[in-house]
């Protein structure tokens, strides 16, 4: 299946592409390099098609079928935004694969949050940090090679005096080791001179990645060494974003089952009450949920062998306190063990006993209703006796093992 699909990028530009694929399978993202189109990536996206991935193959702005802006906006934060745009318009985190100079925008837009932006990033033929005149040289030398293979260059020419990335280096190093998602690094081995000199050294910025050099890659190793690339990208895609689903059967492996309920989002809350001799104690949970507004119930899962677990038992009021996103610090301190949880925290004891924390986002003060035993937790039923919230304030969230914050569309 494939159609046109266009996307809203940065001021509201309209960016083309091809959606290729099935939307339920693994998404990838194609991004071509400057003085390019996505014609580029044709037998590529087959390929990838074929392999039961999704694609989605881009044209930049002032390229082929996407907008040209009338002010010329081609400065490289105004590209930077577009691919935020994009991803943020996608159903699921893609794959991004980005050519040559799409690489540089691909690092700076996944700087900051790339494990909630996308599940990989694959970088093919890396540019040398050398600014306008990189740019202008790589376009020139692919308008030389129209009649050899590759797709006549479509594209603003205003650009090439426009994008400029000079002393842009070292925010591409300072945003590498931040990405903590899956990396590639692939290099045509006889390639342009304007591509960075080493693979392997342009890898070791980031924290998880490989580097491959591709003999006799030419000027684009996904042109013209087709077969050959895409061979890599799937091996690497099927290693570290493989199509299958993972499933929990009883008696399997746990940890499998763990991760299936992950993928539950979460907010965050941590428990606290009064020890037989007066001493406030509190754990992180996030199995915590409303039962009933009439009487006013809920219930929090607490596992048996956790530090605490004897005092909840036993305990006549106890307290909710759901966190807020600067409580991260906080979170991580109820959840470890052998500290004075409470000796660097601001709390209190609230109106029915038990101790607040008063800058969560929500308090709830409870008294002990009900106990249920259930396996290896037990869930403990606490009638609200009194609710309080800040409503200015914003949830601390839990998805797969990490922490997470609200985004704002």
Not at 258 to 286: E, Q, S, Y
Request: glycine share 10%.
């Amino acid at each position: 299946m494939r159609y046109v699909r266009e996307f809203k990028g940065f001021a509201g530009i309209r960016l083309e592409s091809d959606d290729i694929g099935t939307a339920d399978d693994p998404s990838i993202i194609l991004l071509h390099g400057f003085g390019q189109t996505r014609k580029i990536w044709e037998d590529v996206a087959v390929g990838l098609e074929q392999a039961g991935r999704h694609v989605i193959n881009v044209d930049l702005r002032g390229h082929g079928g996407s907008d040209w802006p009338s002010d010329a906006r081609y400065d490289f934060d105004a590209y930077v935004e577009d691919l935020r745009a994009v991803l943020g318009q996608m159903r699921t985190r893609p794959v991004v694969v980005a050519a040559m100079h799409s690489g540089w925008i691909a690092t700076a837009a996944l700087a900051e949050d790339a494990a909630t932006l996308a599940s990989g990033l694959i970088l093919v033929d890396p540019q040398s940090e050398s600014g306008a005149q990189s740019v202008r040289a790589c376009a020139e030398e692919l308008s030389a090679s129209v009649g050899q293979g590759l797709a006549k260059p479509d594209y603003d020419e205003r650009l090439l005096d426009i994008f400029d990335v000079d002393g842009s280096g070292a925010r591409l190093l300072d945003s590498a080791p931040h990405i903590n998602i899956p990396v590639l690094v692939v290099r045509g081995a006889l390639g342009s001179g304007h591509r960075a000199e080493n693979s392997t050294g342009y890898a070791d910025a980031f924290p998880n990645a490989e580097a491959i050099n591709v003999d006799g890659g030419g000027l684009l190793v996904n042109a013209e060494r087709t077969e050959a690339f895409n061979g890599l990208l799937i091996d690497f895609l099927e290693r570290k974003q493989p199509r299958f689903i993972p499933e929990y059967r009883s008696g399997s492996d746990a940890r499998t089952l763990r991760d299936a309920m992950g993928c539950f989002a979460t907010g965050i809350t941590i428990i606290t009450a009064h020890d037989a001799d007066g001493k406030p104690i509190g754990l992180t949970a996030n199995s915590f949920t409303s039962v009933s507004l009439d009487p006013p119930l809920l219930l929090v899962c607490i596992a048996n062998n956790a530090g605490s677990a004897e005092t909840l038992r036993s305990a006549q009021s106890f307290a909710v306190n759901v966190l807020q996103i600067g409580q991260q610090p906080v979170s991580n301190l109820f959840a470890g063990k052998g500290e004075d949880r409470f000796a660097g925290t601001r709390w209190e004891v609230g109106e029915y006993g038990a101790p607040i924390l008063p800058s969560s986002l929500g308090i709830f003060e409870c008294t002990r209703n009900a106990l249920h035993e259930a396996g290896d937790h037990f869930l403990l039923v606490g009638k609200v006796e009194k609710a309080s919230f800040e409503p200015r304030r914003d949830p601390l969230l839990y998805f797969r093992g990490k922490y997470r914050r609200l985004h704002f569309t």
